[in-house]
């Protein structure tokens, strides 16, 4: 079984720029989660989807950041435009089933973010 | 709110030794998951280990085990018998029932096993 999935893996735009970073969850997973992690810190959580419905997206940071998952499928997440701050590791997670706690979230190996 | 906490940046291990890395986190909820994930080089985060609040035994899986003391709020991770394909970054995260479905992550472990 395929994991998640993300691409592209590495990114360098200039300031101001837009960029737009896909990720494809685990089939059959209807949760999909975006983290970042800027350098040193934690990672940190943007949003979650349910299927193609926005459960939760107070992590987002500003109106530049734009989250979409059409068809309950793929995901994307855009950046526009760009600022020096973003840059950071973007992650993607997916889970099956909300069961609690205990619900295990499968992350992708991210997208780094460069913006100069 | 949510906290997770990981004092040790780097940690150097030799090979065939256990290691300790430390977690210590805050809520006040009491219902929540405790997860160990590992990040080698290639940057796929790969899931561990999972402990739940409620759970009366330590959790272990093949060479990993989770030191759960819950009165400490601590929620380390044991390594036994180090691999060099065990050099790693490793993160500590918590979910808790009442804070919706987001993991609250610490800044991470660096790992790294010497031959």
């Known amino acids: 079984e395929a994991g998640v999935t993300q691409f592209p893996s590495h990114s360098v735009i200039e300031k101001g720029q837009t960029v737009t970073l896909r990720c494809d969850p685990i089939?059959?997973?209807?949760?999909l989660y975006w983290y970042r992690r800027v350098m040193g810190k934690e990672i940190k959580f943007l949003l979650h989807?349910?299927?193609?419905?926005?459960?939760?997206e107070s992590g987002m940071p500003n109106n530049r950041f734009l989250a979409e998952r059409t068809g309950g499928t793929y995901s994307t997440l855009k950046v526009q435009p760009a600022e020096l701050e973003d840059s950071g590791v973007y992650f993607c997670a997916s889970s099956q089933d909300l069961y609690g706690p205990q619900e295990t979230q499968y992350f992708g190996p991210g997208t780094r973010l460069l913006v100069l | 709110a949510q906290k997770i906490t990981q004092t040790q940046p780097g940690m150097f291990v030799q090979e065939k030794e256990a290691v300790t890395l430390d977690c210590t986190y805050d809520?006040?909820?009491?219902?929540?998951?405790l997860f160990w994930y590992k990040q080698p080089s290639s940057g796929e985060m790969i899931f561990l280990i999972y402990?739940?609040?409620?759970?009366?035994q330590n959790a272990t899986e093949g060479r990993y085990s989770l030191n759960f003391q819950k009165a400490r709020k601590s929620a380390n991770l044991v390594i036994s018998a180090s691999q060099l394909g065990d050099s790693a970054m490793y993160f500590c995260a918590m979910r808790a029932s009442n804070t919706g479905n987001q993991f609250y992550f610490g800044t991470g472990t660096s790992l790294t096993v010497i031959p």
């Open positions: 989807f349910v299927k193609e419905s926005k459960q939760d």
């Open positions: 809520t006040s909820d009491p219902s929540y998951g």
């Open positions: 089939s059959g997973h209807d949760n």
């Open positions: 402990q739940g609040s409620y759970d009366q």
